[in-house]
């Protein structure tokens, strides 16, 4: 795909959100883009290999909870894999200091080659399992926004973010179209780890039957300290 029909359906796409790119953001999400398909010859980063699908389903996908998110925050992107939703955050929302968390340190490397090349400030990559990230005493409660995008069910999911959410804070969830069973089965465990959910919005992708939800997570109180559990239990054994 070209500059000018990627430019041409990244502003189509963003004028039915709200969101306007100026030149230098289009330019950077274009050399992301190509970023994303030379390395993925290499390293298994995204089966979506389509400009058009990669626009709508990693970019604009990435940037629908940019409403969420107030100015001149920081924000953690666990598991973010190639870069979503943390780096489409960052090019759009240069106020923001991102911390993208990995456990693979080819994606790692893939992101700093990103963060490099696209001059992007204030954005730092972290290789660790999430388990270790939410004890460490940098890290625990000390963001004010945690988000992931498509990493595990809901009650999981709760343990990875909500240890390092500041009090106050925000955890973002992205997830698919059906909510309400993953919602019940994981209130018992979002109210002992300190969270306490307040908001869920269901919403489609532009111009698509690609629906999604964001569930939002407020962290009322502290965390346990015994949480989360060693790395691999939470996925194993998810709190009831």
């Known amino acids: 795909m ?9 502003c189509s796409y963003g004028k039915q959100m709200d969101i306007k790119f100026n030149d230098k953001q289009l330019s950077q999400f274009y050399e992301y883009m190509n ?23 990693h970019f604009i996908d990435s940037l629908t909870i940019n409403k969420y998110i107030e100015k001149n925050k920081s924000i953690a ?5 190639a870069g979503f939703p943390g780096i489409p955050l960052k090019i759009y929302r240069p106020d923001l200091n991102v911390t993208l968390v990995d456990s693979l340190n080819k994606r790692i490397n893939f992101l700093n080659e990103v963060i490099f090349k696209l001059e992007l400030k204030d954005i730092n990559t972290v290789h660790s399992r ?3 990230f939410g004890k460490d005493k940098k890290y625990r409660e000390s963001f004010d926004y945690v988000t992931a995008r498509a990493v595990a069910n809901l009650t999981t999911l709760s343990e990875y973010l909500i240890p390092i959410s500041k009090v106050d804070g925000k955890c973002i969830c992205m997830k698919g179209n059906d909510v309400k069973e993953e919602i019940k089965d ?8 300190g969270g306490n959910i307040t908001k869920v919005d269901e919403f489609k992708l532009p111009n698509s039957d690609i629906y999604r939800n964001v569930i939002i997570i407020d962290k009322i109180k502290n965390t346990p300290s015994k949480y989360p559990r060693k ?6 054994e998810p709190l009831k």
């Open 2 to 10: 070209n500059i000018d029909n990627f430019r041409e359906l990244m």
């Open 35 to 57: 970023l994303l398909l030379e390395w993925n010859e290499k390293i298994n980063l995204t089966a979506i290999i389509e400009p058009e699908e990669i626009i709508l389903k």
């Open 77 to 81: 992107d666990v598991g973010t894999g």
């Open 130 to 132: 999430i388990e270790d």
């Open 186 to 193: 994981s209130e018992k465990a979002i109210n002992l780890l």
């Open 231 to 236: 790395a691999g239990i939470p996925s194993k």
